[in-house]
């Protein structure tokens, strides 16, 4: 039996999570209260998972650690600590929006962004975002404002907004302005560059070196031109043979470019462990 590709999979995630939470106010309304929220604060029955980065901003804001949302946080922490950014590349329904639009800039411009280029550490670039961000809040601001540069939490509530109060928020022109610079750029800017929301997904996968990650194994490989397949797969541009420490911090364990080097050598997998050494 053909083996499904992880692509497959992961679009099947996101477009059914993506759809759900435009359906979630209307299941909502109904009476349908198992699961409601956004993506700052998703109640599950008795759980309740919790963008950490809001509740950051409200500890430092407040000065008090609440526990509730401590835990809530903390479990978004856990799942980033043993499978990596996954919530960029599976869940995130912005991610997807990004994806499908980068997808489509690559038939039509012949030609990509020197942005890679120029800044090739996108972590590095996001975490001068995130700490000026935080500290201008920190300093001007009396409620977390960072809140409002989720893209994830604008998109669902979007769709609170249409169907509960019946008023469709200007929010849409914002996320539409940053996929039409993505697509005249050929780049995804926002995931890479800017998003301050994975800022810390990011630091706490960092401190499990056994966690999900892509892993290469020289050997199979069979790929000599640069860049190579499954570079050219890779939405964020990385070349996943070469993922050290500071480059690896940005790959989100797609799956994208293992399902394009099984069509050759099959030098790469998804897999938890240590890393092997790289070309």
């Not at 909502?28 to 509740?55: K, M, Q, R, Y």
């Not at 700490?131 to 009396?142: H, I, K, P, R, Y």
């Not at 570079?231 to 364990?253: G, H, M, V, Y």
């Not at 799956?255 to 070309?279: I, P, S, Y």
Request: hydrophobic share 50%.
């Amino acid at each position: 039996m053909k083996k499904i590709d992880i692509r497959i999979w992961r679009r099947t995630i996101q477009t059914g999570v993506a759809v759900f939470f435009i359906m979630l106010p209307i299941l909502n309304a109904e009476g349908f209260s198992f699961i409601w929220g956004n993506f700052l604060n998703i109640h599950v029955g008795s759980l309740t998972f919790s963008d950490p980065l809001a509740v950051l901003q409200v500890i430092v804001k407040n000065q008090y650690l609440p526990v509730g949302l401590l835990i809530s946080a903390g479990m978004v922490l856990v799942i980033a600590f043993c499978l990596g950014t996954v919530f960029c590349s599976w869940i995130c329904p912005f991610g997807l929006l990004s994806e499908l639009v980068n997808s489509l800039a690559c038939r039509v411009w012949p030609w990509k962004s020197s942005l890679c280029k120029i800044f090739k550490n996108g972590f590095a670039v996001k975490a001068v975002v995130f700490c000026a961000g935080f500290l201008f809040v920190c300093g001007f601001c009396s409620s977390p404002v960072l809140n409002l540069m989720s893209l994830p939490f604008q998109y669902s509530n979007i769709f609170q907004y249409f169907f509960i109060q019946k008023y469709l928020s200007a929010v849409i022109w914002f996320i539409g302005t940053i996929l039409l610079v993505e697509f005249l750029f050929r780049t995804r800017l926002w995931c890479r560059w800017i998003c301050p929301q994975s800022v810390l997904l990011i630091v706490a996968k960092q401190f499990n070196p056994f966690r999900l990650k892509v892993v290469f194994e020289k050997e199979k490989c069979v790929g000599s031109k640069a860049p190579c397949p499954c570079q050219k797969a890779c939405s964020l541009d990385l070349d996943p043979r070469r993922l050290n420490s500071r480059i690896e911090a940005e790959c989100t364990n797609c799956g994208d470019c293992v399902d394009t080097c099984r069509k050759t050598g099959g030098a790469l997998a998804l897999g938890f462990g240590q890393r092997k050494k790289g070309r």
